[in-house]
């Protein structure tokens, strides 16, 4: 399997994105884990067969998209049109490569399907997650919380 370039010398304009198939559910499922292990073991519940199965209850390969960096898979997404809301259920980039502008790229993009419609991105952050501040930052606004997760929206640009 090729590797793209080391972290840190990633740049936005070098992304790329792919759609999904079943068959790449268990590739996607593993990048989830390494994904949100750290933070997940700061709360004690790190588990990934539980991991497996609430990707696996939400996996939805024809909105799915697979971010590339050199062509090489290190990250995914997922954004569901809801009634009032597209919904951004993942978004998950390989530790070695957050923090280079690839989540940001991701969320440019959700936010001009969006816009286009008019409707508000709504997501779920795991509590004393980095994800939170990232989510802040790019205009997320808290409008709800449970035992595990806080609850955002971005409402659509005027």
Do not use: C
């Not at 990633?10 to 390494?34: C, H, N």
């Not at 050199?70 to 993942?90: C, I, N, Q």
């Amino acid at each position: 399997m090729p590797h793209p370039a080391r972290p840190g010398a990633s740049t936005p304009s070098r992304i790329e994105y792919a759609g999904a198939a079943e068959a790449d559910f268990d590739a996607l499922a593993e990048l989830r884990i390494a994904a949100m292990r750290e933070s997940l073991e700061r709360l004690g519940r790190f588990d990934p067969d539980r991991a497996r199965q609430r990707l696996r209850a939400t996996y939805s390969p024809a909105d799915t998209r697979s971010i590339l960096l050199d062509g090489v898979r290190v990250g995914f997404y997922t954004v569901r049109r809801e009634k009032d809301a597209l919904k951004l259920d993942h978004l998950y980039v390989l530790p070695g490569f957050q923090g280079q502008g690839l989540g940001a790229a991701v969320l440019r993009r959700v936010f001009e399907q969006a816009d286009a419609v008019g409707l508000p991105v709504r997501l779920g952050a795991l509590r004393d997650s980095a994800s939170n501040r990232f989510y802040q930052r790019h205009g997320f606004v808290q409008i709800g919380e449970d035992a595990w997760d806080i609850h955002y929206e971005r409402p659509p640009a005027k």
